[in-house]
């Protein structure tokens, strides 16, 4: 699902919804609840139309299977479910990733629902040779309404499994908090992107000492 013709074709066809600046599919999705810390928490995953559209932005849904999802799953109660799940299993995740970050005991009822999720992935994955190199899919047809999931929950897994769960980090300003991995090479990387906190962050600061200065 989702190679790189189709990503192109789906920027093209409408503009992204979704910031995705984790640098990993089940961070960014653990960010779809903005403001996470505010006492007013921004809800990105309104209706399941915003969870189809999170696949679609993520490439993780084709674009004509998006389509499909958007279409029947309009009013649908099943897709209705289906997002309570991904919920469920958003929160899940973020239990488990932030006390990994906070270096706290992972809570045992979150790490059981998203073993829960990750084994529905299993059941829908397979591994696909192209040009000579294995990779994962996940069923195109017939899925239900729960597609978009299983690739998310497989994210999970696979970044709690690997040395890159060292650095996973959340945003140094408090404001925002989103969690994203840190790729750079020093492994100091502060902010979830620099274009968008580091900079808020960096005026801030000139703005304080500015006031200290008078
Ligand atoms: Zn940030």
Redesign the pocket.
């Known amino acids: 699902m989702g190679d790189t013709k189709s990503k192109k074709e789906l920027v093209r066809r409408r503009p992204p919804r979704f910031e995705l600046?984790a640098g990993a599919l089940c961070l960014d999705f653990i960010n779809t609840l903005d403001d996470r810390f505010s006492s007013q928490p921004k809800e990105l995953l309104e209706s399941y139309l915003d969870l189809a559209r999170f696949g679609e932005d993520t490439g993780i849904l084709e674009p004509a299977f998006a389509d499909r999802l958007i279409e029947t799953g309009y009013r649908s109660p099943s897709a209705a479910k289906v997002l309570t799940s991904a919920i469920e299993m958003r929160e899940a995740m973020f239990a488990v990733f932030a006390a990994m970050v906070n270096r706290k005991p992972v809570p045992s009822a979150a790490l059981q629902k998203l073993n829960g999720y990750m084994q529905a992935a299993a059941e829908h994955a397979r591994l696909v040779q192209e040009k000579g190199e294995f990779e994962w899919r996940f069923d195109a047809l017939p899925a239900g309404f729960d597609a978009p999931l299983w690739p998310i929950a497989r994210s999970a897994g696979e970044l709690l499994a690997s040395d890159q769960l060292a650095f996973v980090r959340t945003?140094?300003?408090n404001?925002?908090?989103?969690f994203?991995l840190d790729t750079s090479k020093s492994h100091r990387r502060r902010?979830?992107?620099m274009t968008?906190?580091?900079n808020r962050a960096k005026v801030q600061r000139f703005y304080n000492r500015k006031k200290k200065d008078q």
């Open positions: 600046v945003c140094a300003s404001a925002c908090q989103w994203f902010w979830c992107d968008k906190c580091g």
